[in-house]
């Protein structure tokens, strides 16, 4: 499929010392320094949402990362245009749009993480389409998983600028799922609005103070629990800070 790459996290490897989100490439760790810059300095009050009005979840585990169970995802793509191997990667929730059915493969992850967090990902679970590395990152729209985990032709294709040469036809290294647009937020989120709730939340205890968005800030597929999509679905209904 000629489709651009959706992805940010080519050429990320394991590494035993960062084994989250070890980047390889500078321009990756630039494009998430930069985005990350840009929500440095959010408002650091309270959140207006009230987080405290939602009832949260008691876990029976205690509260333990490993059985956290994730029911929806981020997923990041770049609207604005840039070259790599001399293929511009751009993918904006425009494009999606365009495409057949509004539907696309979300190709091109390069990082363990992150593919295993594809891997993850059951049919008709719901995802917020974020813009990444552009001049006001934030949410834009929401989209569904329409088609589970399969090999990534990419990784095949000497073409295409996310080929893996070690990778075997007969045991492929790396995944991607088909998603379908579903609507635009009601407004714009941008992370320094997301981040702001984050920080208050981080304080006093609400549901994204381990949001990955800002633990795990490089992974381009992220998992959210249902907390925190409900509550970052309910900024939309908020008037921009």
Known sequence: MPWPSRKRDKGAVADKKEPDAKIAKTKEETSDKEEEEKAAKPPAGSSKSGWKNWKKKESESG???????????????????????????????????????????????????????????KLGQQAFFYHSNCKEPGIVALVKIVKEAYPDHTQFDQKDPHYDSTSRKENPKWSMVDVQFVRMTKRFIPLSEIKAHHLAHKADGGPLKDMMLFTRQRLSIQPLTQEEFDFVLSLEEEKPH
Request: hydrophobic share 30%; glycine share 6%; aromatic share 10%.
């Open 63 to 121: 509260g333990e990362e490993s059985k956290i169970t994730y029911c929806h995802w981020l997923l990041k793509s770049e609207p604005e245009s840039r070259l790599e191997k001399g293929v511009d990667v751009k993918f904006s929730v425009d494009d999606l749009k365009a495409q057949p059915n509004q539907t696309t493969c979300w190709d091109g992850v390069r990082n363990y993480q992150a593919r295993n967090f594809l891997r993850s990902m």
